[in-house]
């Protein structure tokens, strides 16, 4: 994690911090790591500090911490790249959130209020990750995130707090199942579930509960990340990468109709990566079901 401080000439302040991911894309912005692997296995940020502290604070000092676009566009000026590889994009990015907080707190308005408009009154609904797969645990699924979705919930405070409730229920199914409650890299649970469709069923039987209704109150969304477990050379989807031996490997065609198949069997309402990254007619087909 890369942290920002601003400071403005008035004493406002504003702090960005912009944290790793396990699973990167090779289309998105680089997060520039050092490469050094004497320091942190060469997963080191200080060429990004450094980028920070030398290079854009000397080019942003001076601006007004309200003009975002205009810093944001400097910075990527002075980047020059498609994908902000010579400065990083954490270290643009980390600038960028601290100048906005730095605003917010120089106008004595709350951070969303900034951002969205002095009559923002509605935030948005939380998707909460709570069991993880994939990349970001050791658990046997290849789907990466599993998230619940309070939409039914009146407030975020609501939201907020059917999303704990839920998650302390599935932690009391999972334990009375003798599963892991260890938790993988983004917090959520990650047991040997016996596929994805156990899994699901796990978090519909912690959401019914909790007291609230799948499908009315709660819905699910998944974050495959296909691109991690989708096999180039072959073109195909491979579950046996995270799953093991005897899991699925799919077609394109075949990703397509398990996704659809999970979307009428569940309450599911938002399903991210759900092809590979560089599967253009994958996602064709995928968007025109």
């Known amino acids: 994690t890369l ?85 990083g994009a954490n270290a643009i990015l980390g600038v960028s959130i601290a100048v906005a907080r730095a605003a917010a707190d120089y106008l004595e308005i709350p951070l969303y209020s900034y951002l969205g408009g002095f009559n923002t009154k509605v935030l948005p609904t939380p998707m909460m990750n709570i069991i993880n797969g994939g990349s970001h645990s050791d658990a046997p699924i290849a789907f990466q995130e599993f998230m619940i979705v309070p939409a039914g919930a009146p407030t975020f405070k609501e939201a907020l707090r059917w999303g704990a409730e839920i998650f302390h229920a599935l932690k009391k199914i999972l334990k009375s199942r003798g599963l892991e409650t260890a938790v993988g890299d ?77 979307v009428n069997k569940y309450p599911i309402i938002t399903i991210e990566d759900g092809m590979d990254e560089n599967d253009w007619d994958g996602w064709k087909k995928l968007t025109e079901r």
């Open 3 to 87: 942290e920002v401080e601003v400071y403005t000439e008035s004493g406002a302040f504003g702090r960005g911090m912009v944290p790793s991911g396990a699973s990167t894309g090779e289309h998105e912005a680089v997060e520039l790591r050092d490469g050094d692997k004497s320091r942190y296995g060469g997963l080191g940020t200080q060429k990004a500090v450094d980028n920070v502290n030398n290079i854009i604070a000397e080019a942003v000092i001076g601006y007004d911490v309200r003009d975002q676009q205009a810093i944001d566009r400097a910075m990527i000026a002075l980047d020059g790249t498609p994908n902000k590889g010579k400065l």
């Open 186 to 262: 983004e917090g959520g649970f990650a047991p040997r579930f016996d596929g994805t469709e156990d899994g699901v069923e796990t978090i519909l039987a912690a959401i019914e509960a909790a007291g609230y209704v799948p499908g009315k109150d709660v819905f699910l969304g998944f974050d495959c990340a296909s691109s991690e477990f989708y096999d180039k050379e072959r073109k195909v989807y491979d579950y046996t990468k995270f799953e093991g031996e005897g899991a699925a490997v799919r077609t394109a065609d075949e990703q397509i109709d398990y996704l659809e198949e999970l």
